[in-house]
């Protein structure tokens, strides 16, 4: 594994936001869902898509917290432009769970 200087974590910006509005993805290579996130009056509203169907419904994401890079250029995942990364783990399967904060906490939050 490479070090990496604390300048170099500091410029990956990782904020908290919620999900407004989510929606299948069905297009997408692998099965995936269209995310809507606010991270407040600073940065806003963003989109992406995630592979997140084996744990998570549409309908069950919208509300929830959730962590993201917010500073990576947006990049085209098929036919929509995703303009952040939400984070998450795999499971035992590989299956991707969610980076949230267990409390909560203001969007637009900086990790830190």
């Not at 963003?46 to 994401?61: D, I, M, N």
């Not at 303009?83 to 990790?111: I, S």
Request: charged share 25%.
């Amino acid at each position: 594994m490479a070090e990496i200087t604390f300048d170099d974590f500091v410029a990956v910006d990782i904020r908290v936001g919620r999900v407004l509005r989510a929606e299948p993805y069905p297009e997408a290579r692998k099965p995936a869902i269209k995310l809507w996130i606010d991270f407040g009056a600073q940065i806003g509203e963003r989109r992406t898509s995630a592979q997140l169907t084996v744990h998570y419904t549409p309908e069950a994401l919208v509300g929830r917290l959730v962590c993201a890079v917010v500073n990576f250029p947006p990049r085209q995942i098929g036919r929509f432009m995703s303009e952040v990364l939400v984070l998450g783990m795999p499971d035992a399967d590989g299956a991707v769970v969610l980076v949230t904060p267990d409390q909560d906490v203001p969007v637009g939050g900086r990790l830190h």
